[in-house]
């Protein structure tokens, strides 16, 4: 059985005053939409007590002392990975001996609850600095500077190696029936490598990377794609493209080759993914492709390019439009990782 709210004591008060003023039972009771029997109560507490507050109730005094909440406060403060049994054994050095789920419930009194720990690149003292003084020196760039760079990267995405749908409504004793199952395979039944890039004006041009990605290879693949999404998306003259420091990114044979061709290279911190935003319609690429249920590596191909295509040019306005909010959390976080 489901239990009632409780009134609050300024709506008790209420039903005090209505009876003083004359008022009987059942009128009150029609009056306020609750029961007779409420209404009674409430009245012979005031009679007995003056009072509509709720008096000391009677029950099992907790086991949780000032003493065991500071103990069990602190060890959480130093170690939130820690289990609600290795908190157990924490208490019993203050002699407070308590279940496992009396733990919990007692960490949901200080709002504290358990959630899966979010998967962000380890940050170096070195990596923190460097993200802390790329945000703070483009920070006050104007937007129309955002709106002219090319923002690229490279993706692996497996056959069924995404499964989004976790879930399924199913009859007990049909777990193992085969609509109710995520099939998988080993290393994720293949996968395809691919380049991509985007501006605000939308998606540039994306790539099937056939071969292993190095610095002669991905020097073919800006040649043959940077400059024909650079038309597409009408950027400006002094357009500037962004990549990481990936080890063929920043190899002397891709410096030299990106010095020949005189483009604006964006200087880029290390172990910053949070500040690319191409790494959101990675996202929306996978979801996009899996939702189609690729059997094969031909059809996975076949799905980024045309998923790709379909991504809307407003989704990248506002995801460079947002990059300024971007840089202001770095900052916020000193060089620290961010929600994003």
């Known amino acids: 059985m489901v239990r009632a709210k409780e009134l609050s004591e300024a709506f008790r008060k209420n039903i005090v005053a209505a009876y003083e003023s004359g008022k009987g039972f059942k009128k009150i009771s029609k009056d306020f939409e609750i029961s007779h029997s409420t209404v009674r109560k409430i009245v012979y507490k005031w009679r007995a007590f003056k009072t509509t507050a709720n008096m000391p109730r009677s029950g099992r005094p907790s086991k949780f002392t000032p003493r065991a909440d500071r103990k069990m406060l602190k060890e959480v403060s130093k170690n939130p990975k820690m289990s609600s049994r290795d908190l157990q054994q924490a208490l019993a050095t203050v002699d407070v001996e308590v279940h496992a789920s009396t733990i919990r419930k007692r960490l949901h009194k200080f709002n504290l609850h358990g959630r899966r720990a979010r998967r962000k690149p380890l940050l170096s003292k070195r990596n923190i600095e460097a993200r802390l003084t790329f945000a703070r020196e483009n920070v006050d760039k104007d937007q129309d500077f955002w709106n002219n760079v090319l923002w690229t990267y490279e993706s692996k995405t497996e056959l069924y190696g995404h499964q989004s749908r976790g879930h399924v409504w199913r009859k007990p004793n049909t777990a193992f029936q085969e609509k109710n199952l995520i099939p998988t395979v080993k290393h994720g039944g293949g996968s395809v490598m691919v380049w991509g890039c985007f501006a605000a004006a939308g998606p540039g041009q994306l790539t099937i990377i056939e071969s292993t990605m190095n610095s002669t290879v991905y020097q073919k693949v800006l040649e043959e794609h940077v400059r024909p999404s650079v038309r ?20 002397k044979s891709t410096k030299d080759w990106l010095k020949k061709k005189k483009w604006r290279v964006l200087e880029w911190p290390s172990q910053s993914p949070d500040l690319n935003p191409i790494e959101m319609l990675w996202g929306d690429l996978k ?18 390019i045309e998923e790709w295509g379909k991504i809307p040019s407003d989704r990248c306005q506002r995801l ?7 840089l202001i959390a770095v900052i916020s976080a000193k060089g620290g990782n961010t929600s994003y």
């Open 232 to 251: 597409k998306l009408k950027l400006k003259r002094n357009w500037t493209m962004q990549h990481d420091n990936d080890p063929k990114h920043t190899s």
């Open 287 to 304: 979801r996009a492709v899996h939702a189609r249920y690729p059997s094969n590596i031909s059809q996975l191909k076949q799905f980024c």
């Open 320 to 326: 460079v439009d947002d990059y300024k909010n971007r």
